[in-house]
């Protein structure tokens, strides 16, 4: 019986990191992902059962019935927006510049499984701007009323607080007042 209890314990030993780092990485998954995290489970657990079964039958047996488990940890991210802004007030001054600034307009933390390479998307929502430059991601970036795509990495599974802040170069035909937010931020691997 020390033998079973032995070899429960060494593959539990084993299994539990792993294990921690899918429960981790399904915290945020999909529902299909979650549900083949979940039938992952269930066969880790059969095949230990499996594996001591052979003690379980005859406790002198003396075979070592050996169990090894590789995982392979899909690389995913999320994003948590604290703020973001909703709308965006366009003034005449604003027009006759060229440019409005908009400071602390998205305000988001990005976890990520194993500290992986992401890539914040930014899709335009309306056609007021010509092109964006984006501060607050270490270094300054500027993108096309088309919107596009903004290479981050981090060493960390979460990164720092983003505070973003915007300078958009206006269309010429706009007239001043309320526009709806311009942007959509998305995050993705």
């Known amino acids: ?17 792993w294990l921690y780092n899918l429960l981790v990485a399904t915290s945020h998954a999909s529902s ?13 657990i ?5 594996a001591i079964h052979p003690f ?33 007030n366009i003034s005449a001054k604003d027009i006759a510049q060229g440019y409005v600034d ?22 335009p929502r309306s056609d007021i701007f010509s092109s964006v430059k984006i501060e607050g991601l270490g270094s300054q970036v500027i993108l096309g009323s088309e919107g596009g795509s903004i290479t981050q990495s981090r060493l960390g599974l979460r990164s720092p607080e983003n505070v973003l802040n915007y300078r958009f170069m206006l269309k010429g035909d706009l007239q001043p007042g309320m526009y709806d937010w311009p942007l959509q931020l998305a995050v993705r691997v």
């Open 1 to 17: 019986m020390d033998v079973i209890i032995q070899g429960l314990c060494e593959g539990l030993q084993r299994c539990k990191l």
């Open 32 to 44: 299909l992902q979650k549900k083949v995290s979940a039938i992952i489970i269930i066969v880790l």
């Open 46 to 50: 059969l095949m230990v059962l499996g």
């Open 56 to 88: 379980i039958d005859d406790p002198k047996a003396t075979t070592n019935n050996g169990l090894e488990v590789s995982v392979t940890v899909l690389p995913s991210a999320r994003m948590q927006m604290k703020y973001q802004a909703r709308q965006i």
């Open 102 to 123: 908009v400071r602390a307009a998205s305000i988001f933390t990005v976890a990520t499984s194993r500290g992986t390479t992401y890539f914040i998307d930014v899709h």
